[in-house]
């Protein structure tokens, strides 16, 4: 392990209550327990970052779209071309 950074935090009466509880329960320390709940709740985030390249592409097919000449009767695209992306 590397060096720690000491943060204070304030938690409920009954978070410290089952933080106790389940320390003893596997023999883990109550700072343990919360910097692994803090790596499990930052991993989540990680996974669900929006992807900048997906909207890059969807920006680029919008204007590729947008340049086509109108044709008469209508567009030149329908609904499956869409669903294919």
């Keep these: 392990m590397g060096p720690k ?3 204070q935090i304030y938690i409920e ?7 106790k509880e389940l320390a003893q329960q596997s023999g883990t320390s109550e700072a343990e327990l919360i910097r692994q ?6 991993r989540g ?3 669900t970052r929006p992807s900048l390249d997906a909207w ?4 680029a097919f919008i204007a590729e779209i947008q340049k086509r000449v109108p044709l008469p009767g209508g567009r030149d695209w ?6 294919e992306r």
Excluded: G, M, T, W
């Design 37 to 42: 709940a803090i790596e499990r709740h930052l």
């Design 45 to 47: 985030f990680a996974s």
């Design 78 to 83: 329908n609904r499956a071309d869409l669903h």
């Design 13 to 19: 009466p009954y978070q410290e209550k089952l933080l």
């Design 56 to 59: 890059e592409r969807e920006k």
């Design 5 to 7: 950074v000491r943060k």
